[in-house]
């Protein structure tokens, strides 16, 4: 709305807004307030979802040092954000084997780290650990072995997973 004067602009907060004297008194009513502004947030998120339906495509961006398991060039990719001592990441680990497995060619995994450090204290050494494994060729192996053993990722445990797959440590 466009006003001419500051007196009109006066007017307009004054017969707009709340003051606080009426919210002191009771005139002012929080829980409408509350719900416009909870489907304001609804809206807003739905935006979003709309624009990715519209779309069809969330970009996160993958370089070319990124963990690929899969075909590279597959037509549907699944990037996990992923932390090695998280047990819900080490939970979902099989039914990613089985989608690579049943859409061979179709899929390909990108693991990216994503350590959750308040709350696993370990999952930044066995990131840097699996990092050293890249470096030697052994990425996907040495994951695959700290999902299998997420109770035991200390210095010492993640020194054995590099020479059991014949690392450098």
């Known amino acids: 709305k466009k006003f001419n004067t500051a007196d009109s602009l006066k007017q307009h907060q004054k017969d707009a807004h709340a003051t606080v004297a009426e919210v002191k008194a ?28 519209l779309t069809g495509k969330v970009v996160v961006p993958i370089t070319e040092s990124e963990h690929i398991r899969g075909a590279v060039d597959a037509e549907v990719t699944i990037v996990e954000f992923s932390d090695f001592q998280c047990p819900f990441c080490g939970k979902v680990q099989p039914t990613l084997e089985q989608v690579l497995e049943n859409y061979n060619g179709s899929v390909r995994l990108i693991f990216k780290h994503f350590p959750l450090t308040q709350i696993h204290p370990y999952s930044i050494k066995a990131g840097e650990a699996s990092e050293c494994a890249d470096e030697q060729g052994k990425f996907w192996e040495y994951h695959d072995l700290l999902f299998k053993n997420q109770n035991a990722l200390g210095i010492a445990d993640l020194k054995d997973y590099a020479s059991q797959l014949g690392l450098d440590t």
């Open 26 to 53: 009771g005139g002012f009513d929080f829980k409408k307030i509350a719900i416009i502004g909870i489907v304001v947030l609804i809206f807003a998120g739905l935006g979003y979802t709309v624009k990715w339906a």
